[in-house]
């Protein structure tokens, strides 16, 4: 077996007449920290939304440890390992912080309707379980004294992190994080940083990060995928990356000659 | 409140209740307050569909409908009990009304749900009218005559322990799912639909799950309705006993259950205590202070009476901490 975990074949996005992402080519190690930059509107979270099963591609497509995700719905993709956070905060947010992570345990419930009706054994252990495993992973991020509060009683970054947190729930093989530290001051993003590293190697994740900042992302990144216009200009280590003459094209323009 | 947890003893508590409304009130209340019984079960089962899964459902009276039909049919045609054991045969004909309710919900919900708002609102108010006009044009239920000399319960007592039993086990069969996994995820989809399904719900199952439980339990209510008044006919259940449902849902607030009880309950009652008022003025004022009283609730409590609260949540928030 390779040591790929997830490949994108010439994925292809086609919305009318733009295309939004084109003939993507890319490959993620197992336990990579890869990120994927871009200028604004490169095209970023329509390769997200098509490794999740919310687009399905128009032509190419996305495999997980060699298998196809052709066709899955987003539920079957996310119980097959993958599972995201969103640019623009998705909790749900008129429940509760604990709620919101055991709504992701739930594809691994393992009472039916039978044994919540008549309150079995079965359902006591296996409620207990879950809510045990939720408080443990919100207290990765210092969530758990807030576990009985709406979801949108949160500040801005907690919430951001109680998305990490819900992701991690699903018990996923890569999460995708979309733009994790948007909103966040320095030092924020600095601390979210060394958290991502310390949950890749605690649960021994694959993360494949969206960063809009060419610089965060250099500090943790082992390889890094450039897009700008759908298609993928630069891929590489981060000092790579860093002196491509196209990136820095994309980023801040060419100099015109005289 | 130990009833809240207690099947058994909400049971218990409800016909100790009934014995005494049996020899305090008239036959007039009594029946009232059997229809307040039926109304209480649609509007929880309705709930769990507007109010905790979020999808807007117009088509209510519909399975109830198709609950009183069956159970209405099944009790003239195919008795089979002795006259000591008939409790059994209402209990199995009810039951049968809400199964074959819950067929026809999946049936209804698996094509519809997957549409949204408005768009699901209209098609299952077609679904509900569909049903009716079916209904309206079998001869072998009376068509528009109606199905008439329904065997009712014989005693108040009896009627009233029965619409007891079957509201302890809707009231716990949709408590114990909604604090379950299965009802966090009906939570979720009414949320935000996509992050549920990036999460692995799969809200489509979700729905139709939530959709089938309120169709039994419908179904349900319209075979008590039928036993209740001893007469159905397809005028019963139109799209106003539709809309009714859901102003109980919105009136009680969107996922409350004991919210949905105690609108359910001022919703039936409201409307014939103030009967006396229009002999007293000669004029019918009932339903303009019946709208106007909606109109002001609305206004004056947008979420509803409880908002998404339950009673008990009520009690510890207000009665304890002033005491």
Same mark, same amino acid.
């Given at each position: 077996m390779s040591d790929v975990l997830l490949e994108a074949r010439k994925i292809t996005m086609r919305f009318g007449g733009l295309k939004a992402v084109d003939s993507l080519e890319f490959q993620i190690k197992k336990g990579q920290l890869a990120g994927l930059i871009g200028p604004n509107g490169a095209g970023k979270t329509t390769v997200f939304n098509m490794l999740t099963g919310v687009y399905q591609p128009t032509s190419g497509e996305v495999l997980l440890e060699e298998q196809s995700l052709q066709g899955l719905a987003p539920y079957e993709i996310s119980h097959r390992g993958v599972t995201r956070t969103f640019q623009n905060i998705r909790l749900f947010k008129n429940l509760t912080v604990l709620d919101n992570v055991l709504i992701a345990g739930h594809q691994h419930v393992k009472y039916g309707l039978f044994d919540t009706l008549l309150q079995t054994e079965n359902f006591r252990t296996d409620e207990k379980r879950l809510q045990e495993k939720a408080i443990d992973l919100l207290k990765i991020f210092h969530l758990e004294d807030k576990a009985h509060k709406p979801a949108t009683s949160l500040p801005y970054g907690e919430q951001r992190k109680l998305e990490i947190v819900r992701a991690l729930a699903t018990d996923p093989k890569i999460i995708l994080l979309d733009e994790p530290a948007a909103g966040m001051n320095h030092s924020e993003t600095h601390h979210l940083m060394e958290t991502i590293a310390k949950i890749r190697e605690e649960f021994k994740l694959t993360v494949l990060l969206i960063e809009h900042d060419m610089k965060l992302v250099m500090g943790i990144c082992e390889n890094i995928i450039v897009l700008d216009h759908g298609v993928k200009i630069e891929e590489g280590a981060p000092a790579k990356v860093q002196n491509s003459a196209k990136v820095i094209e994309a980023y801040l323009g060419v100099e015109e000659k005289e | 409140m130990k009833a809240f947890k207690n099947p058994a003893l909400a049971l218990l508590g409800l016909c100790l209740l009934g014995v005494a409304l049996n020899f305090s009130v008239n036959a007039y209340i009594q029946l009232i307050l059997l229809f307040a019984g039926v109304n209480c079960l649609l509007s929880m089962s309705l709930n769990l569909v507007n109010g905790y899964t979020g999808q807007f459902s117009l088509g209510h009276a519909g399975f109830m409908a198709i609950g009183a039909y069956f159970s209405a049919y099944a009790s003239t045609r195919w008795s089979f009990a002795p006259s000591s054991l008939l409790v059994v045969q209402y209990f199995v004909f009810t039951l049968g009304a809400g199964l074959v309710a819950a067929v026809a919900g999946f049936l209804v919900g698996l094509p519809s749900l997957r549409l949204k708002g408005d768009y699901l609102a209209i098609v299952t108010l077609g679904f509900g009218e569909i049903i009716r006009v079916a209904l309206l044009n079998m001869d072998f239920v009376g068509g528009p005559r109606g199905l008439s000399g329904i065997p009712g319960f014989g005693s108040f007592l009896w009627s009233f322990a029965f619409a007891s039993l079957w509201i302890v086990i809707c009231f716990f069969t949709i408590w114990r799912v909604m604090h379950s996994s299965h009802g966090r995820g009906f939570l979720s989809?009414?949320?935000?639909?996509?992050? !549920?399904? !990036?999460? &692995?719900?799969?809200?489509?199952?979700?729905?139709?799950?939530?959709?089938?439980?309120?169709? @039994?339990? !419908?179904?349900? !209510?319209?075979?008590?309705?039928?036993?209740?008044?001893?007469?159905?006919?397809?005028?019963? @259940?139109?799209?106003?006993?539709?809309?009714?449902?859901?102003?109980?849902?919105?009136?009680? #607030?969107?996922?409350?259950?004991? #919210?949905?009880?105690?609108?359910?309950?001022?919703?039936?009652?409201?409307?014939?205590?103030?009967?006396?008022?229009?002999?007293?003025? &000669?004029v019918d004022l009932r339903m303009v202070i019946y709208s106007l009283s909606l109109v002001l609730m609305m206004i004056l409590r947008p979420k509803g009476l409880f908002g998404d609260m339950e009673l008990s949540d009520v009690w510890r928030k207000y009665v304890r901490r002033s005491a």
């Open positions: - | 989809v009414r949320e935000d639909e996509i992050a !549920a399904e !990036a999460m &692995g719900i799969n809200t489509t199952r979700m729905k139709v799950k939530a959709f089938v439980l309120s169709s @039994f339990f !419908a179904g349900v !209510a319209g075979a008590l309705f039928a036993h209740f008044t001893n007469f159905i006919n397809p005028s019963s @259940f139109t799209f106003l006993q539709s809309v009714n449902a859901v102003i109980m849902v919105v009136l009680g #607030g969107m996922g409350s259950m004991t #919210g949905s009880i105690v609108a359910a309950i001022i919703i039936t009652v409201l409307p014939e205590a103030l009967r006396p008022l229009q002999e007293l003025t &000669g």
